[in-house]
Nanobody, 115 residues
Framework: QVQLVESGGGLVQSGGSLRLSCAVSGSIFSIYAMAWYRQAPGKQRELVATISRGGRTDYSDSVKGRFTISRDNAKNTVYLQMNSLQPEDTAVYYC?????????WGQGTQVTVSS
């Protein structure tokens, strides 16, 4: 059974940085491209960044140039380095497959950026 465990969130001032981690158990990590998503209060979940099995990355326009997604295949872990954080980045952040039907969502990790 696949399990996703996100961590690394917290409260940070505008302009600050955080590094999120997503530990993936089960067999999906080596098979699928992975992604980070986020959901702000009252809004739909949105795709933030993706990374292929080979390490090719893509970003939403809202985070391009500020966020960096990476993966450690030996540790079955996906990371999201977030720099120059802004209040509009406040959300619960989740990881999951980048394409196809998602597996069961983890609990996410809360990121709160104060102005």
């Amino acid at each position: 059974q696949v399990q996703l465990v996100e961590s690394g969130g917290g409260l940070v001032q505008s302009g600050g940085s955080l590094r999120l981690s997503c530990a993936v158990s089960g067999s999906i990590f080596s098979i699928y491209a992975m992604a980070w998503y986020r959901q702000a209060p009252g809004k739909q979940r949105e795709l933030v960044a993706t990374i292929s099995r080979g390490g090719r990355t893509d970003y939403s326009d809202s985070v391009k140039g500020r966020f960096t997604i990476s993966r450690d295949n030996a540790k079955n872990t996906v990371y999201l380095q977030m720099n120059s954080l802004q209040p509009e980045d406040t959300a619960v952040y989740y990881c999951n497959k980048a394409q196809g039907s998602p597996v069961s969502w983890g609990q996410g990790t809360q990121v709160t950026v104060s102005s």
